[in-house]
């Protein structure tokens, strides 16, 4: 079965630090691999995705994440953290499928928590 | 423009209510979703309309009941709710190839 695993619950780190959130995913054939950024009431937002080709991917606000096959891994990264970073972060995939619609398998997300 | 518009934005109703939630998006995708999100959870799918077709129903009660007027608009009609459906309630649209969805900002649902 499907499944995404974000190990991290929770992660504090200090503005300035860099950051990598773990996800590891479950899937039977290539995936489509999605970051999402969530404030506190907020939608959901996309930082990034991959589908195919380069490994490394860049996202919107100095993120990016690397595509590891072997690994089952899409980890994401930012080399320096800032305040408005705090935030949920989901990593999520895409089910690929012959319909026209991409059902989403979410991990239970991660919070992260940033100190001045 | 990647923009999904929900309203109204807060909602509180009483278990003998009719109320509707509304979602619009301009971006010419044909699949838009539902979800409902618990505090601290991750969003779960209630429904899926493809072309204005509902394709998936995760086995949600009948009081939400979703409706798709047009490519552009997803209604959640909701009657007789339980104060357990108090949740924050996601739209999102997608477009055929990427199956990538773009949320909206969610409507804040309290049942008393």
């Known amino acids: 079965a499907q499944s995404v695993t974000q190990p991290d619950i929770h992660i504090t780190v200090s503005e300035g630090a860099s950051l990598e959130l773990r996800c590891n995913y479950s899937y039977g054939a290539t995936p489509y691999l999605f970051w999402y950024v969530q404030s506190p009431g907020q939608g959901l937002q996309l930082l990034l995705k991959y589908f195919s080709g380069d490994t490394l991917v860049q996202g919107i606000k100095g993120f990016e994440a690397e595509f590891k096959r072997s690994q089952s891994s899409f980890n994401l990264r930012k080399p320096s953290v800032h305040w408005s970073d705090a935030a949920e972060y989901f990593c999520a995939v895409g089910l690929a499928g012959s319909s026209n619609t991409g059902k989403l398998i979410f991990g239970q997300g991660t919070t992260l928590q940033v100190k001045p | 423009d990647t923009e999904v518009t929900q309203t109204p934005k807060h909602l509180v109703m009483g278990m003998t209510n009719k109320k509707s939630l509304k979602c619009e998006q301009h971006?010419?995708?044909?699949?838009m979703y539902w979800y409902k999100q618990k505090a601290k959870k991750p969003p779960e799918l209630m429904f899926v309309?493809?072309?204005?077709?509902?394709?998936i129903n995760e086995s949600v009660p009948s009081r939400f009941s979703p409706e798709c007027p047009n490519s552009s608009l997803l209604n959640l009609h909701l009657h007789a709710l339980q104060p357990e459906d108090s949740a924050l309630y996601l739209c999102a649209s997608g477009g055929r190839r990427t199956d990538t969805q773009y949320f909206g900002p969610g409507t804040r649902l309290t049942v008393l």
């Open positions: 309309y493809s072309y204005e077709k509902l394709s």
């Open positions: 971006m010419g995708h044909r699949a």
